[in-house]
């Protein structure tokens, strides 16, 4: 069946620094990919969806400068969180959508824990 | 813009029992409803997916049904056992390929 892979699966970061986390379709293209947060208790929130070749688009609250988003290939998308605070301490899931099945299928990763020091 | 609620919040049941978890969703265009399983600090596991024109789906013991016009789902668990301890998120997707997630019921089996 379909696998994405995210890395790494867990990362411990110094406040300031920027920390990247990468998402692959490892068994089939996908032209679009997303990003979501989650918080202890709580459910997946959307940060943004990513489009192969073109700038991804944010929800409302997410800062774009922040969270540096790059799909230079139908397989990896990237997420970058710069300048990192505790607060950006979180669980973060991203999500690659099949289009080559009968029924679109979104396929999840198994998520990053990401701790800001 | 759709909200999807999930009852119960948690749920504890002893081990051989049947259950029901709810979903409900306030915008009734959807393009198909899936329901996933997340262990503690794990990903998302996709456990059954209907489409908007569906009723139902079935896959071992589980049983997702959906009413679209009333905009509720339910999934069953039949003869629950301690392994399907985990929280079951209900998630919605309009004709756009963004998903929205329900709060999650967790539920605990105990043997």
């Known amino acids: 069946g379909a696998v994405v892979s995210q890395h790494p699966s867990r990362v411990i970061c110094k406040s300031g620094t920027s920390v990247k986390i990468e998402c692959r379709s490892l068994?089939?293209?996908?032209?679009?990919m997303f990003w979501y947060r989650q918080f202890p208790k709580q459910s997946l929130m959307l940060m943004a969806t990513s489009n192969e070749g073109s700038k991804a688009t944010y929800e409302q609250g997410v800062e774009k400068d922040k969270f540096l988003i790059n799909h230079a290939s139908l397989t990896l998308s990237t997420l970058t969180v710069t300048s990192a605070h505790p607060e950006d301490s979180s669980f973060y899931i991203c999500s690659a959508l099949n289009l080559n099945r009968t029924v679109r299928t979104q396929y999840f990763g198994p998520g990053t824990r990401l701790t800001v020091t | 813009k759709q909200e999807v609620t999930q009852i119960p919040a948690a749920l504890s049941v002893p081990e051989g029992e049947n259950l029901v978890l709810n979903c409900s969703f306030t915008d009734s265009a959807i393009y198909n409803l899936q329901w996933f399983r997340q262990d503690p600090g794990k990903g998302l596991t996709s456990l059954l997916l209907?489409?908007?024109?569906?009723r139902e789906q079935t896959s071992g013991r589980l049983n997702a049904s959906l009413d679209k016009s009333s905009g509720r789902s339910t999934l069953y668990i039949a003869a629950s056992q301690p392994g399907d301890s985990a929280t079951y998120l209900c998630?919605?997707?309009?004709?756009?390929?963004?998903?929205?997630f329900g709060e999650g019921t967790q539920l605990t089996v105990n043997p």
């Open positions: 209907i489409q908007s024109s569906q």
């Open positions: 998630a919605v997707r309009p004709i756009s390929p963004r998903l929205t």
């Open positions: 068994d089939f293209q996908a032209t679009t």
